[in-house]
Every structure is written in C-alpha cells, then in structure tokens.
C-alpha cells in the first residue's frame, strides 16, 4: 500500500502565509510585521522560507517597498481562500 504522505504535494511552512498575506495586502514589510506583533525582520525571513520552500519568487524587492510577482498574485489568491476556509 503506497504511504499517502508520498503521494501528495509538499505543504509549505503553514505559519508563514499569515505573513505572505498580510505583507501583499499592505505592500509592506513593516505594517505586516505591526499587525502580526511581530518585526519587520521576521516578517521578511517566514516570506523567504515560503519563497525557497515553494521555488519562486513571491515579491519584488526594492528599498524599502514591495510588490508581487506574477507568481505572488497567483499564488495569493490560494492563500487568502484557503485562510478564509480555516477561519470559518
């Protein structure tokens, strides 16, 4: 019988889409971090490890500023349905 962990898709870090979600909706690092009570820093080191654990780039980066990638806006719409199904 196959193991039904090898079949399905790795999930990425599950705390770190709050994070991802919260910086797209508010095109900053910092306000992320103020909502999540959490620091700019860390905000931008889970928004790395979603990045490497899925392979692409989800921001563009520049001083001081973010915006989405293509891949990021795809990816968006994933995140905020499936974070609005565990709300309810």
């Excluded at 079949?7 to 999540?36: V, Y």
């Excluded at 700019?40 to 915006?67: D, P």
Aim: proline share 3%; no cysteine.
């Amino acid at each position: 019988m196959r193991n039904s962990q090898s079949s399905r898709a790795k999930l990425p870090p599950l705390a770190t889409l709050p994070a991802f979600s919260i910086a797209a909706r508010t095109g900053s690092l910092t306000l992320a971090a103020r909502e999540l009570h959490l620091t700019a820093g860390a905000v931008s080191r889970q928004i790395k490890s979603l990045e490497t654990a899925l392979g692409v780039q989800l921001f563009h980066r520049g001083h001081n500023t973010i915006s989405l990638t293509d891949a990021g806006r795809q990816y968006l719409t994933h995140v905020n349905a499936a974070l609005a199904a565990i709300e309810n």
